[in-house]
């Protein structure tokens, strides 16, 4: 599943190459899965539109959309959640389309826009958007521009433990299972800890880990360890930086003692029983 650092190096990569042009013919697939609008809504509101910008709002990729003439407002969203295996790719619109595409906008560049998803997790939605109103906004709070002490009063009274309140999307988006582990190990905190009970110099200890491990992901394109790939269909690098994650058995980095694995918020987390307290 891709998580903030893959989603805006996707968003980021789209942009590069969509940016400013205008949507001509547009197909969608005949699966009901991937439309949380109807297709045949989504067939002609998006066709005639211009892409302003695509960007990363918490998981889902924004693009947004003007009429298309002289106005640059932005009248319309589509908006793309790429769910386990879902891709945004630019390619050349000869390019034979594969087996799982649900979706291709011809654009007046000349290449296609593809949105390709083998598990049928990823959603496509398209709505308008008033004049002055802010349009499409994800649940919870943005972990890169989180201020301290929102930081830190996100986790108040809870009692859940750390590492499930890190991957609770009403809360903090975009922090999944690699993020959540990377960054606790960073900060030396024990991921069955309860959430409630961690003084505020470890909650920023763990806020500035998290800045640290999602801004260096970003850098490296995002991780991928299955389907992920940015518009060029390029892999990230990030997954070689993992510190914990996937690494059972193997020795810490900092202590060299195993690294240490058990299921927690049902999700398989790593750590080590020496260095995270
Ligand atoms: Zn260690």
């Known amino acids: 599943m891709p998580e903030l650092p893959e989603v805006e190096t996707v968003a980021n990569s789209v942009d590069a190459r969509v940016r400013g042009q205008r949507i001509g013919a547009v197909w969608l697939s005949r699966y009901k899965e991937p439309f949380k609008t ?3 809504e989504m067939l002609d509101a998006l066709s005639g539109l211009r892409i302003e910008r695509v960007r990363r709002e918490g998981k889902h990729v924004v693009f947004d959309l003007s009429g298309g003439g002289c106005s640059h407002q932005i009248r319309a969203q589509w908006v793309v959640h790429l769910g386990m295996t879902g891709q945004l790719l630019v390619v050349a619109p000869d390019l034979q389309r594969p087996k799982h595409t649900h979706a291709a ?20 939605a398209f709505s308008s958007v008033v004049a002055g109103g802010e349009g ?83 850098a490296r394109g995002g991780s991928s360890v299955s389907d992920y790939v940015d518009a060029d269909g390029e892999k990230g690098f990030f997954q070689f930086e993992h510190r914990v994650y996937m690494r059972t058995g193997e020795p810490c980095l900092n202590c060299g003692k195993p690294i240490h694995r058990i299921v927690l918020a049902g999700r398989g987390t790593h750590y080590c029983l020496h260095c995270q307290r």
Request: hydrophobic content about 45%; overall charge positive.
């Open 38 to 40: 109807a297709r045949t």
């Open 136 to 218: 499409f906004r994800g649940p919870g709070q943005e972990p890169l521009t989180i201020s301290e002490d929102d930081f830190v009063a996100l986790f108040r009274g809870r009692k859940l433990s750390i590492k499930a309140a890190l991957l609770n999307q009403s809360l903090l988006h975009g922090v999944g299972n690699i993020y959540a582990d990377e960054s606790l190990f960073r900060a030396g905190i024990r991921p069955t800890r309860a959430a409630g009970r961690l003084s505020r110099a470890r909650l920023l200890r763990l806020r500035e880990a998290l800045l640290q491990v999602l801004r260096e992901a970003i």
């Open 105 to 124: 906008l011809e654009l007046s560049g000349g290449r296609e826009l593809r949105f390709v998803d083998a598990r049928r997790f990823g959603r496509l």
